[in-house]
């Protein structure tokens, strides 16, 4: 799987890869299929639940760009963090992507 946002990457039983990058206060998933092209993000639904030291917390995701989606606000984040992304686009089952920040 192919990181190009310097974030982590993750494949759901679809085949889909989710990368998670958060940086500057925002969090930001970018979208691919299997072989590596660009998901759009138009009418996709996400969360991402954040578990870290003990504490949950989960943050709505809105289409930002071609084929990513955005959070923008307070969260907390540290190294060895969990994240679970659930991801619904129209008519379609949601995915689930599992991450570990570094």
């Known amino acids: 799987m192919r990181r190009e946002h310097e974030g982590v990457v993750s494949e759901a039983s679809s085949g889909n890869t989710a990368e998670l990058s958060p940086a500057g206060g ?6 691919r299929d299997h072989a590596g092209a660009s998901i759009t993000s138009n009418g996709a639904l996400g969360e991402v639940t954040l578990l870290s030291g003990g504490a949950k917390q989960v943050l709505p995701l809105a289409p930002s760009g071609d084929n ?3 959070e923008e606000g307070s969260y907390q984040a540290a190294a060895g963090s969990k994240a679970v992304l659930k ?16």
């Open 26 to 31: 925002m969090l930001m998933v970018y979208l």
């Open 68 to 70: 990513a989606l955005l």
């Open 87 to 102: 991801l619904t686009f129209p008519g379609k089952s949601a995915e689930l992507f599992h991450f570990v920040l570094p």
